[in-house]
């Protein structure tokens, strides 16, 4: 019987990519359709990307799923059952039965809800295990106690396939966790909630994995709204997000964008980096205050006078004339890019004035003399006089963000001299931390768009001009061709008419509609984007105005937000999440938490637990979902780049990846010890033997893990590397031990 019900979930499998392959071919087939020149106008085309966009959506889709594209079934009490998969697929029926359940849709809800307990209409719930289209395992669950139907693969704890997946070897990738979503972890990704969601937990608790996967539902529940928009992941670097870049693309999903905060200004790579200190300073709130001083700066006044040479006489313009240009453009409250079309206004009628009392003035009755046409005339040459512009351009200038960033980094003005010591710089590239400063100045500035406008329409003019040659001349040459013919058809010369098919400004309009970029390239490139949605993972390190950036990029509020306060490493990092949100939201968001550990097994989190706990001794670590027999060891040694070599040969799995982490100026001696092993740069995780530092281990896990040196790690920092662990950790040391895993009780790590 048993083998007769792996046969008939083989034939299902069978089925299914039957279809899924038919559907492959069909939108391979209708996304070369859609490509195709469409008809005239702006709809058309707009419908025609569209249609690019969905069915290479699709496409992808099917490609990213294949090989796991079913993975659970549901039987239900009243009859009937459902198989359930990363996408949803449909019959070939009229009726377009669902032949994959959508693991997002409601009906697949009480696979990952129903227990004993509450049965949710459910009498069996079975897990599926395949290798590329073949099944390999079952596991069932009898969710119906009064049912006696016995399939020969129940699995009588229910978590086989869970703790298959925990305990599986890693691959420097992070996977998805659809088969095996807990109810905790479900009740968040479908949290109805659309504001910001918090979601708290300490370490391996899955707040990674179920922020991802709530993505993955936000996408699906509001496809039309967030396909456009697209999700933006932000994650602490690129490693990182690296690591789990791949989960999206496994669920179908590609209309998101992952960045760290180092790469949320377009144009700017961040290479350089910033002394703890110096990262506090400029993430701190009053920063937005300060540059909107700077800018404010450069909005001067003249020092005493500035002399203008005019129609051979000189104009002096002096501090109070100025000020009051500037009064009134500040008046306005605009940007100062965009302020300063104003100034220049108000500067050349305060200059044309000048002028027209010298020149026009009665001298009996001191009257004006000049008539209106007179005084803009006046007003027009002073307009084409280099030293007015010499002047606007002194007293407000038209600055770039970088301009402004660059000059306040080489002086900080209005900041304690302490502060201002610690971010002076003249030279060097930028860092993530002037990042958000540089997107402040952006909104101080904002972009005096005139030139801009205007080139765009002479571009537009040139490209209709271009468009309208060229139909001239294939107009032309098909006439030329017909008139060669003896008969001339009567109607020919209409029929061929270029223009009536496609005039040259609509050729010139699909020229700029030809954009077959995604929602999320468009995104990266725009700094003003406004996104659907934004992940924030490691969400407790952010500063201030880093918030700032995010909260502009996401005007819906739609955000979730992951972190754990006891891994926070950075300094100036907000610390409290009513902080962070009450400038943006009040008290409007929801706080969620997770409490079981899914990585580290208890053994290590004994051990590790310690270091949280020597600063608040009531603290509780998230529990550990399993144990695995094998204590984690510690080891001192005189010569510690031989230690980790050999502890490296000794622990490294035959599959699966082990990773060193140690402070940054033990890399270069351990590196040249580890064969295979690279120091500096960005680390691949996907080689068998990583070299980290704590801020790099991050989020990060690894089947083996050897912290090298702890006492040199700061508390968070080593609590963070103490817990990347799925099976196995390691301590070596030479310098003495932290206070904190000194207190560990010996029973607590291996013998010997
Ligand atoms: N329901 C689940 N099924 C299978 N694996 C799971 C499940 N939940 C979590 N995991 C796994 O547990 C590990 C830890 O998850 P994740 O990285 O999301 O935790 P985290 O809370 O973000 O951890 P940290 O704060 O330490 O970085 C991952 O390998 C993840 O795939």
Not at 314 to 338: C, I, Q
Not at 506 to 514: P, S, V
Not at 602 to 608: G, H, R, S, T, Y
Request: charged residues 30%; proline residues 6%; glycine residues 8%.
């Amino acid at each position: 019987m048993s083998n007769q019900e792996l046969r008939n979930e083989q034939e299902f499998i069978d089925r299914l990519y039957a279809r899924v392959d038919v559907l492959r071919g069909r939108a391979a087939e209708s996304l070369a359709g859609a490509l195709a020149p469409v008809g005239r106008g702006r709809q058309a085309l707009l419908e025609r990307d569209v249609a690019v966009a969905e069915r290479s959506g699709l496409l992808a889709a099917l490609d990213a799923v294949d090989g796991s594209l079913c993975f659970g079934r549901i039987d239900l009490t009243a009859g009937g059952h459902h198989h359930i998969g990363r996408i949803g697929i449909r019959a070939d029926d009229p009726e377009l039965t669902p032949l994959l359940v959508d693991w997002r849709a409601p009906v697949a809800r009480p696979f990952y809800l129903a227990t004993g307990h509450t049965p949710m209409g459910l009498r069996r719930r079975r897990h599926l295990t395949t290798e590329g289209r073949e099944v390999t395992a079952l596991h069932d669950e009898i969710l119906d106690l009064d049912d006696t139907e016995r399939t020969g693969y129940e699995d009588p704890s229910g978590d086989a396939v869970l703790l298959a997946a925990l305990n599986s070897a890693r691959t420097g990738r992070m996977g998805d966790i659809v088969q095996t979503i807990q109810a905790e972890q479900d009740r968040i990704i479908r949290a109805p909630h659309r504001g910001v969601l918090v979601v708290e937990g300490g370490p391996g608790t899955g707040k990674t994995a179920v922020a991802l996967h709530r993505a993955a539902y936000l996408l699906y529940e509001h496809r039309e709204l967030l396909a456009k928009r697209a999700v933006l992941i932000v994650g602490p670097n690129p490693a990182f997000l690296g690591y789990i870049g791949e989960v999206l693309p496994a669920l179908g999903e590609t209309g998101v964008l992952l960045a760290t905060q180092g790469e949320l200004y377009p144009g700017i790579r961040a290479t350089g980096t910033d002394t703890p200190r110096a990262a506090a300073v400029k993430g701190r709130a009053d920063l937005a205050d300060v540059l909107a001083k700077a800018v404010a700066d450069r909005q001067s006044l003249p020092d005493p006078v500035i002399a203008i040479e005019h129609d051979r006489d000189l104009l002096l313009l002096d501090a109070g004339l100025a000020r009051v240009a500037r009064d009134r453009t500040r008046a306005l409250g605009l940007p100062h890019n965009v302020a300063r079309e104003h100034f220049e206004g108000h500067l050349l009628n305060t200059l044309t004035d000048m002028v027209a009392e010298r020149i026009g003035t009665d001298p009996y009755d001191g009257s004006n003399l000049l008539d209106p046409s007179d005084i803009t005339q006046i007003r027009d040459e002073l307009g084409e006089n280099p030293g007015v512009w010499a002047a606007i351009d002194q007293l407000w200038p038209v600055l770039t963000p970088q301009r402004l960033i660059t000059d306040f980094l080489a002086d900080p003005a209005h900041l304690p001299d302490g502060d201002a010591a610690a971010i002076r710089r003249t030279a060097g590239a930028w860092t993530p931390a002037d990042v958000p400063l540089l997107d402040e100045a952006a909104e101080l500035l904002g972009e005096d768009d005139r030139a801009e406008r205007a080139a765009a329409e002479a571009d537009r003019q040139q490209r209709i001009a271009f468009a309208q040659g060229v139909l001239d001349v294939s107009y032309a040459s098909r006439t030329y061709e017909f008139e060669d013919k003896e008969e001339l058809d009567d109607d020919a010369s209409e029929v061929l008419s270029a223009h009536d098919i496609m005039d040259a400004e609509r050729m010139a309009e699909r020229q700029e509609e030809d954009d077959h970029r995604s929602a999320a390239e468009r995104a990266a490139a725009d700094r003003t984007w406004a996104f659907g949605h934004i992940i924030v993972d490691e969400a407790q390190e952010l500063s201030p105005m880093a918030w700032r950036l995010l909260m502009r990029r996401c005007p819906t509020r739609s955000l979730t937000l992951v972190g754990d306060p006891a891994q926070t490493s950075q300094e100036g990092a907000v610390g409290s999440w009513a902080k962070i949100l009450e400038p943006y939201v009040q008290d409007r968001w929801e706080h969620t938490r997770l409490a079981v550990n899914y990585r580290t097994p208890a053994e290590i989190m004994d051990v590790a637990a310690a270091v949280p706990r020597a600063g608040d001794p009531g603290f509780e670590p998230p529990k550990s979902i399993r144990a695995t027999g094998v204590r984690p060891w510690l080891r001192a040694a005189d010569d510690l780049p031989a230690a980790v070599a050999r502890a490296v040969a000794e622990e490294r799995p035959a599959e699966g990846r082990v990773a060193v982490i140690a402070p940054r100026e033990l890399h270069a001696p351990l590196a040249r010890r580890l064969e295979g092993v690279r120091e500096g740069g960005e680390p691949d995780l996907t080689l068998p033997v990583v070299l980290l530092d704590p801020r790099q281990a991050k989020g990060l896990e690894f089947d083996v893990v050897l912290v090298v040196e702890p006492a040199r790690f700061g508390a968070s920092d080593l609590y963070v590397a103490l817990t990347r662990a799925t099976q196995r950790l390691g301590v070596l040391h030479r310098d003495p031990l932290p206070a904190a895993l000194r207190e560990v009780p010996a029973g607590e790590w291996a013998e010997g």
